[in-house]
């Protein structure tokens, strides 16, 4: 199985409920050997739109701190617990969370990125099985052989100044990690836009 393989299974899941409304799924997009997987929630209303993770209000936010602290975007991969838009406000289903994962774990096992971070409460709960983000934030964990490490959603991030101090003091020490690695990435994208369902 390929990455690009993948994403095309996932453009036209339909496991759970959220296939009905969107208009794009949202695999995740970046280096096929990125040196970090980055996992937020869901997409929301600009991602489903446009097939692509973290390009509304909280990605333009998220693509700010990351310039901020040095990294460059095109080093990370990044996708979401959920690839579809949920059909309700609020955080994704449990069940459409269960149907999901796996993509995640598949995504997780063909990048083999050295560093997974996971963005807020949705990811750090599905991936690690942590409901506190205060115990979840305080050390590096390992998942699936990886480092794996906790931060704010930039949702949060972006709306509240202790979450946004956090986040940007993660976001270097996440670079000051990821600068540490010896591994590089090769250029290569896979296709970011997957097809209309
Ligand atoms: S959210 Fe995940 S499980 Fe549900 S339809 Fe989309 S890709 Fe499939």
Sequence with gaps: MTLERLHARISSCLRCDYHRCRIYAVPGEGPVRADAMVVGEAPGRTEDEQGRPFVG?????????????????????????????????????????????????????????????????????????????RVATAKTWRWRDMLCCVTHHPAAAMRFPEPARSFRSDWRAIRRRLDGLAKHSPPEQHVRRPRRR
């Design 57 to 133: 209000r909280s990605g333009r936010f998220f693509d700010q701190v990351l310039r901020q602290v040095g990294i460059d975007r095109g080093r990370l991969f990044i996708t979401s617990t959920v690839k579809c838009l949920p059909d309700h406000p609020g955080p994704p289903r449990e069940d459409s969370i269960d149907a999901c994962i796996g993509y995640l774990h598949q995504q997780a096992d063909l990048v083999k990125p050295a560093m997974v971070v996971l963005m807020g409460r949705i990811a750090c709960r599905a991936v690690l099985g942590i409901e506190d983000l």
